[in-house]
């Protein structure tokens, strides 16, 4: 049967583990809904977020007949103020939730033991050692991962909504939220680049985190893209670590 020791302060380990499965509800609903909510806005975000700083070719004949590139802006403010709103209830969740519903906003790096857990999952990552540890939570390396996503996320959040608020005018309540970024950035061009630059972090992070969910799905035998969906970590037997 799985022997599950818990590191004070950081992350549950998973320690000998012996022939049994053994699940653990990890990620409760909201948690999930948040998740696949959060993919698709940041994906509809993506998309059009490309489009407007690159915009489609022109379109033939009058062009009061065509209303495109209107309908790619409303798709990404209406996704913005969507995962705006589902991430102030993801932080609303981190008090009232399980455990693992905090570990997304924090950053043990004072910890001894996870700086080394850090360490190991990097080598592991890397090829450079031949057996995981296994977490209930995050890893290190994920939570790591995962903190630098919230820090850029909410940073797109604020230039974007700077963005729109530039737009609306400066007499706008909008102006008035977020309007300060223009005293840091006077010239909005900035903004715009910290926003694009944002843009290919995240693409980067996807890309990243699903290839990494993928991996650890069938090298590290727990589960990690059913437990998204269900809730449940599973370890399955492997060599003990």
Do not use: C
């Not at 909510?37 to 940041?42: G, Q, V």
């Amino acid at each position: 049967m799985t022997k599950i020791s818990e590191i004070p302060g950081t992350l549950d380990a998973v320690g000998a583990v012996g022939t049994d499965r053994q699940s653990i509800y990890v990620y409760e609903a909201p948690v999930r809904i948040w998740h696949w909510l959060n993919a698709l806005t940041i994906s509809l975000l993506a998309v059009t977020g490309y489009l407007i700083a690159s915009p489609l070719p022109s379109m033939p004949g009058e062009a009061s007949n065509w209303y495109t590139m209107g309908y790619i802006r409303f798709v990404h403010f209406a996704s913005g103020q969507v995962l705006a709103f589902a991430f102030l209830y993801r932080v609303y969740w981190a008090f009232v939730g399980n455990q693992y519903a905090r570990q997304l906003f924090a950053f043990p790096i004072y910890n001894r033991i996870w700086r080394w857990g850090l360490l190991y999952e990097l080598r592991w990552y890397l090829f450079l050692v031949r057996y995981p540890k296994k977490y209930v939570g995050h890893n290190p390396l994920a939570n790591t991962a995962m903190f630098l996503f919230v820090i850029v996320m909410i940073l797109m959040m604020l230039t974007g909504f700077a963005l729109y608020a530039e737009g609306e005018g400066r007499d706008s309540l909008w102006y008035a939220l977020f309007g300060w970024w223009f005293s840091i950035f006077p010239n909005s061009q900035d903004v715009h680049t910290v926003h694009h630059l944002g843009l290919w972090f995240i693409v980067t992070f996807v890309i990243l985190h699903v290839y990494a969910a993928v991996r650890e799905d069938i090298v590290s035998r727990q589960s990690m893209l059913s437990a998204i969906i269900t809730g449940e970590r599973t370890f399955r037997d492997s060599r003990p670590d």
